[in-house]
């Protein structure tokens, strides 16, 4: 690998930042750090190559736009774990999907966009269903305790989860098709933009005029890179669960989310056979501090009644793609195989 130098520092900080909506970007990021645009894009290309750029593309809240998600918990035979998770995997809404140490052995977040025709709670019931779960056990954030700045975990749990669609306006279609097209990973050429229209019903004008907008709504977080860090990060990530009094949530999520370890917590609902309240997100080097750190915070907190989760596989992991024709796929067809089902 070749070693980044400090003009690969002063550019990987201006990829981080806001990526300029204009039609040449890399020519005014080229700017930013007199640097040409031809440089730009030659060193953007071999740090992508190199691993330490992912991707340069829109980074949108999933509220804002109206989705829905939701993490869930299911019980699957053993033997049909593998089996279970491709049927919830090929779900193109579902983010990430785990197989876990527990009775409820398979985890899984899924997201629904604002026009589904069949919402949240059924979408998760038609999985179920195909997959032929046991049990499943819907575990919405019901409250947001603490939620870190990073969301690089891949165990962050519904970092990016939510309910909340007050206040959505729908999109138009060029909006939507704007939103579909800004995902994509920017094409390294000058005007990057035309290239990602090409065969699109909107114009790269038009594109980057809905992309300021989308941005200064609030419903585009930030378009910029997606970067590799390359300091050595915490390798184990544990879930752990809580029984906190009904009453106490607030004041026990509040002394569990003091430790530096903990990244998120959540209040989420209970079942009868699942008593579990309050979620953490621990990070440590390993499963031992993990365990360290759980057992730490159950005596700082008082708290006996616990559990630590961890993913024995990893079946998915994934950014969601908003607005995907695919989603509309998958619903399509389970609305119309429930319609001949109904008719026969």
């Not at 990973?185 to 114009?203: E, H, I, T, W, Y």
């Not at 709504?217 to 009094?245: D, E, I, N, Y």
């Not at 009644?305 to 990893?314: F, G, I, N």
Request: neutral net charge; aromatic residues 6%.
């Amino acid at each position: 690998m070749h070693d980044i130098d400090q003009r690969d520092r002063e550019l990987l900080s201006a990829l981080q930042g806001d990526l300029p909506l204009l039609s040449t970007p890399f020519a005014v990021i080229g700017q930013m750090i007199d640097m040409s645009e031809k440089e730009v894009i030659k060193r953007i290309e071999r740090l992508k190559r190199e691993g330490l750029v992912r991707q340069l593309s829109a980074h949108f809240d999933m509220r804002a736009l109206g989705y829905r998600s939701c993490l869930v918990a299911a019980r699957v035979a053993p033997e049909k774990v593998d089996d279970a998770a491709a049927v919830i995997t090929a779900h193109p809404g579902v983010t990430q999907n785990y197989r876990r140490n527990n009775d409820l052995n398979l985890w899984f977040t899924v997201a629904v966009s604002p026009s589904s025709s069949i919402g949240l709670e059924k979408t998760i019931e038609v999985l179920g269903d195909e997959a032929g779960c046991e049990a499943v056990r819907p575990l919405p954030t019901l409250k947001l305790y603490k939620s870190t700045a990073s969301e690089s975990s891949s165990e962050s749990h519904g970092g990016a989860e939510g309910d909340s669609q007050s206040e959505y306006t729908p999109f138009t279609p060029a909006e939507i098709e704007a939103i579909r097209l800004l995902q994509r990973d920017l094409p390294l050429q000058p005007r990057p933009f035309d290239a990602l229209v090409r065969n699109s019903s909107v114009a790269a004008d038009e594109l980057l005029s809905i992309g300021r907008s989308l941005l200064k709504r609030g419903q585009m977080r930030r378009f910029s890179a997606v970067v590799q860090s390359r300091k050595p990060g915490f390798t184990a990530t544990a879930m752990g669960l809580w029984v906190v009094p009904r009453d106490r949530e607030d004041e026990y999520a509040a002394k569990l989310s003091q430790h530096r370890s903990v990244s998120h917590c959540y209040l989420r609902p209970v079942y009868e056979d699942w008593p579990y309240n309050v979620y953490t997100t621990v990070h440590g080097r390993s499963v031992d501090e993990c365990e360290s750190i759980i057992n730490d915070l159950a005596i700082d907190s008082g708290l006996s009644e616990k559990q630590a989760l961890y993913p024995t596989k990893e079946y998915k992991k994934a950014r969601i793609n908003f607005f995907s024709r695919e989603a509309e796929e998958w619903e399509s067809s389970r609305s119309a195989r429930r319609a001949a089902i109904a008719v026969s």
